[in-house]
């Protein structure tokens, strides 16, 4: 004996226990706004704008980053890294990677509360495979911490700003 009210229910079978989810549930099922038609359309309008105002803020941070975290290439390397007297911190990325992304306004911070300490760069592994070759990255993003041009400290992965901050400050 079955109870089946309508093609969104889920039919329950009272003989053998067991529900039953219909096919035809999943085939009419489409997202239905919860809430009232003008505040619907305000909200989804709102949400579109917060979304563009936050690409305009997220394009001012990669201005910022510019200034402030600078590009490394295989060819600047040795005199921007490893012949630099005060430590110096490397991001390896890539531009299609989330995570890369993510450490870009840290790595910012970072730069701009430690300057005149700390010099920070990055490095795009896409455009520079033999530098991340040398030093064994596997993934991305790759933070290195180097001093006196030696390699002192590697940071695997998108971490938090104090995680970041506590490790350089070792070499400060």
Same mark, same amino acid.
């Given at each position: 004996?079955? !109870? ?5 229910? =889920?039919? %329950? ?9 219909? !096919? ?16 619907? +359309? $305000? !909200? ?8 563009? *105002?936050? *690409?305009? $803020?997220?394009? $001012?941070?990669?201005? *910022? @980053? *510019? @200034?402030? =975290?600078? @590009? ?6 040795? @005199? ?9 911190? %490397?991001?390896?990325? !890539? ?35 033999? +530098? ?22 590697? +940071? ?11 490790? =350089?400050?070792?070499?400060?």
């Amino acid at each position: 004996m079955a !109870a089946i009210a309508s093609a969104e229910t =889920v039919a %329950v079978t009272s003989s053998s226990r067991r529900t039953h989810i219909r !096919a035809a549930f999943f085939l009419s099922f489409a997202p239905r706004a919860r809430l009232p038609g003008a505040v619907a +359309v $305000a !909200a989804s309008t709102s949400a579109r704008r917060c979304h563009k *105002d936050h *690409d305009k $803020a997220s394009a $001012a941070i990669d201005d *910022d @980053d *510019d @200034d402030l =975290v600078l @590009d490394v290439s295989e060819p600047t390397w040795d @005199d921007l890294v490893l012949g630099c007297k005060m430590p110096v911190l %490397v991001e390896f990325w !890539a531009p299609w990677c989330g995570p890369c992304r993510l450490m870009h306004p840290i790595i910012a911070d970072l730069a701009k509360a430690c300057t005149g300490r700390l010099r920070c760069f990055k490095l795009n592994t896409d455009k520079n495979q033999d +530098v991340a070759t040398r030093y064994g990255i596997r993934s991305i993003p790759t933070i290195l911490i180097f001093k006196n041009g030696e390699r002192k400290e590697t +940071v695997i992965g998108a971490v938090t700003d104090s995680t970041l901050a506590t490790t =350089v400050e070792r070499f400060l």
